[in-house]
């Protein structure tokens, strides 16, 4: 299978109607992980309920006409409380989907009970065993490695099922086999995986050798096939993709337009496309915000989203992606923050970001398929 320059790839455009919205209930974090990029995590400033209340008007439309999710994503989303997270939450019907991206040390059998009581989706960000924690640290230089695994044994206690979020700074040959026999005692059901990016507050190089990365991500694929328990999502897109190039519909992998993923910052504001890029601002671009919640409904601030500057640079930077690279029908043009963060524009193509989690990613697929043939259905 060769990977094609995707000029007929439909995708166009951003789409009116986002398939989730990321809504931060505190920008604090309990913990000072080495790779974070979150710009004001040792702050406690906590979204009013007026904003929940503001998003959910048109989300509970939304989730009327289709399945539609809230990821609550911070900071640490459970360090704004049970009791502001309640109040946060109340204003959205049942019908919506609730997910929390959290760092599992506040997990405890109230904690648990809540998410029961809410139906929360539980993600938890834990890097493998012990000794690959070692940047999830207190704000005291303290490891958080026993206080996740707590947190996690409590989900466990409750029958609470939880997906995985593993930060890799450095590939490594063994590695992916390592993690992936870590992942499946912990029991989770869904695993993803973050070559840790350089973006935020985290200036540290992602620039690794090409083989190294490819050859990772091929260790995991032979680590899932030995025993493919857990969804595993990067390789579950590249298998996707695989097989629709191989059925002649890589077309229809990519949405028809870009999701502009909203993500509703504490005090209301909107970035779109990468929750990365809320709390920054620079000189050319502002805030980079798109608007407020409590001035403008989310669907018009959604309808006017290519007037913001740096949005508009972005969809020129997908366009070049589209004529230039192999891998758009794969990628569909990459993350506005890595772009940024790494290029200082938006209208860049390739990033280190994109190398190690788009392109050798699929290489690293295809590697493996090439020398091991066909993987399990
Ligand atoms: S972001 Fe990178 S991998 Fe994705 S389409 Fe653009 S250049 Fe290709």
């Known amino acids: 299978m060769t990977v094609r320059r995707p000029e007929f790839s439909g995708m166009r455009g951003i789409a009116p109607v986002p398939s989730y919205v990321v809504m931060q209930p505190t920008t604090l974090c309990n913990l000072d992980c080495g790779y974070c990029y979150l710009p004001a995590r040792a702050v406690d400033r906590r979204m009013p309920v007026a904003v929940a209340e503001a998003v959910a008007a048109p ?9 539609f999710s809230v990821v609550w994503h911070g900071g640490e989303p459970l360090a704004a409380g049970r009791g502001h997270l309640g109040a946060l939450l ?13 760092n599992a040390t506040l997990i405890d059998d109230a904690w648990c009970e809540f998410f ?16 690959r924690n070692l940047e999830r640290v207190s704000r005291g230089g303290r490891p ?3 206080r996740i695994m707590a947190g996690i044994a409590a989900l466990r206690r409750h029958g609470i099922p939880f997906s995985a979020l593993c930060v890799v ?30 973006e935020g507050v985290n200036t540290r190089s992602n620039a690794h050798r090409p083989e190294q990365v490819s050859g990772f991500w091929a260790e995991l694929v032979a680590a899932w096939r030995r025993a493919p328990r857990i969804h595993l999502r990067e390789v579950e897109w590249s298998l996707r993709y695989a097989a629709a190039v191989l059925d002649g519909v890589e077309d ?16 209301g504001s909107v970035v779109l496309f990468s929750p990365e890029l809320a709390g920054f601002s620079d000189p050319d671009y502002g805030d980079f ?3 407020n919640v409590m001035e403008t409904p989310l669907p018009d601030l959604l309808a006017a989203a290519d007037r913001t500057r740096w949005v508009a640079e972005f969809l ?9 690279c192999p891998y758009f029908g794969f990628c569909g043009g990459g993350h506005a923050a890595n772009r940024y963060f790494e290029h200082g524009r938006f209208d860049g193509t390739e990033t280190d970001h994109c190398r190690n989690s788009k392109i050798r990613l699929l290489e690293g697929v295809l590697d493996h398929a090439r020398h091991h043939g066909p993987t399990p259905a």
């Open 59 to 67: 989300v509970n439309g939304w989730a009327r006409q289709g399945r």
């Open 90 to 102: 109340a204003p959205f019907d049942p019908t919506v989907e609730h997910h929390v991206q959290t």
């Open 116 to 131: 029961t009581e809410h139906r929360i989706r539980v993600s938890v960000s834990v890097d493998g065993p012990r000794e």
């Open 144 to 146: 958080a490695y026993d």
């Open 169 to 198: 700074s450095r590939p490594e040959p063994g590695l992916a086999a390592e993690l992936y026999d870590f992942f499946l005692e912990l029991g989770c059901d869904v695993l993803g995986i973050n070559i840790e990016e350089t």
């Open 252 to 267: 229809d992998v990519l949405p028809r337009q870009l999701d502009p993923i909203p993500t509703i910052a504490y005090d």
């Open 289 to 291: 915000t798109s608007g």
């Open 316 to 324: 020129a930077g997908v366009e070049s992606c589209r004529a230039q």
